[in-house]
């Protein structure tokens, strides 16, 4: 893995310095988010000029999701996902390190891979035909000899993510260069990131390639949703829960008013988890094949009764996870009233083939684009997109109240905890995104110390 902060390749310095005039204006948005009496102001999710200030204080510092490890096998597998909207291609170079680059030929700036994902030895541009090797370098460029003499190549390869990790087979990028260390990023949320991770010694896999459908919807609508509304599932999910409930009347009324735990990170990670026995409701075969008393000697008590059995999860700003069918996605945005999400299905390794098979499937049915939870939780978030334009709707703010004053720390669960039935990790997560998006971000200073650099050189 491709980890190194410093990259200062010549390609790379483009980045953030060129002297150019602010593009946009930035926007206060300390009078929209009171985190402390949990109201939220609904043009965060319809605002433009909020929505290109995230591109530029959320995504462009933060770390970023961007595959699992298990998807580069061998030199020359890529994979292109995004960072924000901007596009990027990740591959394993020719020493088995993953990289990432900006998926943008550097001469005319077209997308320079266009596929999903697969194995070559090399990129080439289909405008031009400017190549790039797996190390980001500009190998071949047509009628060269028509560029001036100080053309050099070395100085036109791909602009590199700087800052990549791995978290227990998860890819992380940040356009970052001095990003601070991703598990200190993650601070306590990787207890309970690992009660979906570290149940097999061999580690995960993802099965069944990369499901992708859009919503009509914020980003943030999905994100702070797992990060922790349990609220909604009883009323929200009733006719999925009396599908999948035995007598097909939905769960009893202890399970229903389950107690539980939602964590909160002053990073704007959040988790909740039902602890009932009865929710943990994964496929058959997958119940089956967990030895218990073995993941308990591996995980703990409270992480196997808590967060090992179902639950939702999101690591700021926009990677979530349910670790009751391993599903794990990206609410990549598109725009203030669209997002695409792109869901993978996660196993253990060491999982007999027919139980991985009864993972994805079970994860089709529910949390697949047309499964029975999925279809539910888009038509909420699209029908709260479609009417937060109007003048007087947008005015109104929305009611984060739930569990205010809950949050303690509970000395069995790592970190700060409240209620299952709690806005508390949705105030946090709105907390932490005012903080970012009223805090000038790395490029912002860097380019400011440019410029005072120029100016103390007249």
Not at 144 to 160: M, R, S, T, V
Request: hydrophobic share 35%; charged share 25%.
């Amino acid at each position: 893995m491709s980890s190194d902060s410093s990259n200062t390749s010549p390609a790379n310095q483009a980045i953030g310095t060129m002297r150019r005039p602010p593009l946009s204006r930035n926007i206060d948005v300390s009078t929209l988010v009171d985190a402390d009496k949990g109201l939220i102001d609904r043009s965060i999710y319809t605002n433009e000029e909020i929505y290109g200030q995230e591109m530029r204080r959320i995504f462009a510092r933060n770390w970023l999701f961007l595959a699992h490890t298990s998807q580069f096998q061998k030199p020359g597998d890529f994979f292109t996902t995004f960072m924000g909207e901007d596009p990027v291609l990740v591959a394993m170079d020719k020493q088995k390190n993953i990289r990432a680059y900006l998926n943008s030929c550097r001469h005319r700036g077209v997308r320079l891979c266009r596929a999903d994902e697969g194995r070559t030895k090399m990129f080439t541009c289909t405008y031009h035909g400017w190549s790039f090797d797996l190390a980001g370098a500009l190998q071949s460029v047509p009628n060269q000899d028509a560029y001036p003499e100080d053309f050099q190549k070395e100085n036109w390869g791909l602009i590199e993510v700087p800052s990549l990790a791995v978290y227990k087979g998860l890819i992380f990028g940040s356009w970052d260069p001095d990003a601070e260390p991703l598990e200190e990023t993650l601070g306590d949320m990787r207890y309970y990131m690992d009660a979906m991770l570290d149940r097999d010694p061999e580690g995960t896999e993802v099965v069944g390639g990369v499901m992708k459908w859009q919503l009509e919807g914020n980003w943030k609508l999905a994100a702070e949703q797992f990060a922790t509304d349990w609220y909604h599932v009883n009323m929200s999910h009733a006719s999925a829960l009396m599908v999948l409930s035995p007598t097909g009347k939905g769960p009893k009324p202890e399970v229903v008013a389950t107690p539980g735990r939602q964590y909160l990170s002053p990073k704007g990670h959040g988790a909740g988890f039902p602890t009932h026995p009865k929710s943990r409701f994964d496929a058959a075969p997958v119940h089956e094949y967990y030895d218990y008393d073995a993941l308990r000697e591996r995980l703990g008590d409270e992480r196997v009764e808590g967060p090992l059995t179902t639950g939702h999860a999101t690591v700021f700003p926009s990677f979530s996870y349910l670790p009751v069918n391993g599903s794990i996605r990206v609410w990549h945005p598109k725009g203030p009233d669209k997002m695409e999400v792109w869901a993978w299905i996660l196993v253990d390794k060491s999982m007999p083939q027919e139980v991985k098979d009864a993972q994805r499937l079970y994860n089709l049915r529910t949390f697949g684009p047309s499964g029975i939870f999925e279809a539910d939780d888009g038509e909420n978030w699209s029908e709260v997109q479609a009417i937060s334009h109007g003048f007087v709707t947008n005015s109104v703010p929305l009611n984060f109240q739930m569990g205010v004053g809950s949050e303690r720390e509970d000395g069995v669960y790592p970190g700060t905890t409240s209620e299952l039935y709690s806005d508390a990790a949705g105030r946090s997560f709105y907390r932490h995104w005012a903080t970012q998006m009223n805090t000038p971000a790395w490029h912002e200073t860097q380019h400011k110390t440019a410029e005072d650099q120029a100016e103390s050189d007249q």
